[in-house]
């Protein structure tokens, strides 16, 4: 793949992108309970393919919750051949701006580092019989 091009440069138009580069903002300290919410709304979302939550599959990298309700979260995916790379993105983003006092959900689909499986939680590992 070209150095400048990334995944989301050979998907159809309107998969996965935003059409802009989405920048993490500075903490301000942030909001515990507005933030465990999110973390709450997070493991709502699955990988269709592995049935357990994108946080105990260890695939959210940054969490930034802050005081104005800013929610910035950098993710990755198993693979970057995952056949939801398009959609899962924009799952995340949904279930971040449902939660009652966020005004502005952010989420950077990232590659590096990539994803392994050590990233995965002991329950997520002994959910899918790792362990």
Same mark, same amino acid.
């Given at each position: 793949?070209? *150095?400048?091009?990334?995944?989301?440069?050979?998907?159809?138009?309107?998969?996965?992108?935003?059409?802009?580069?989405?920048?993490?903002?500075?903490?301000?300290? %942030?909001?515990?309970?507005?933030?465990?919410?999110?973390? *709450?709304?997070?493991?709502?979302? !699955?990988?269709? *393919?592995?049935?357990?939550? #994108?946080?105990?599959?260890?695939?959210?990298?940054?969490?930034?919750?802050?005081?104005?309700?800013?929610?910035?979260?950098?993710?990755? #995916?198993?693979?970057?051949?995952?056949?939801?790379? %398009?959609?899962?993105?924009?799952?995340?983003?949904?279930?971040?701006?449902?939660?009652? %006092?966020?005004?502005?959900?952010?989420?950077?689909?990232? =590659?590096?580092?990539? =994803?392994?499986?050590? !990233?995965?939680?002991? *329950?997520?590992?002994?959910?899918? %019989?790792?362990?």
């Amino acid at each position: 793949m070209p *150095e400048d091009k990334d995944l989301f440069d050979f998907m159809p138009e309107g998969e996965g992108d935003t059409g802009e580069e989405v920048e993490r903002p500075e903490s301000d300290g %942030g909001d515990p309970a507005l933030q465990e919410q999110v973390i *709450e709304a997070l493991k709502t979302v !699955r990988d269709p *393919e592995i049935p357990v939550n #994108l946080v105990d599959l260890g695939l959210i990298y940054d969490l930034v919750v802050n005081k104005d309700g800013t929610v910035y979260v950098e993710m990755t #995916l198993t693979t970057p051949a995952c056949p939801v790379a %398009g959609a899962l993105p924009g799952q995340v983003q949904q279930a971040v701006a449902a939660v009652p %006092g966020v005004q502005d959900s952010r989420v950077k689909l990232v =590659w590096t580092p990539p =994803w392994t499986r050590d !990233r995965m939680s002991e *329950e997520a590992k002994l959910e899918l %019989g790792l362990l």
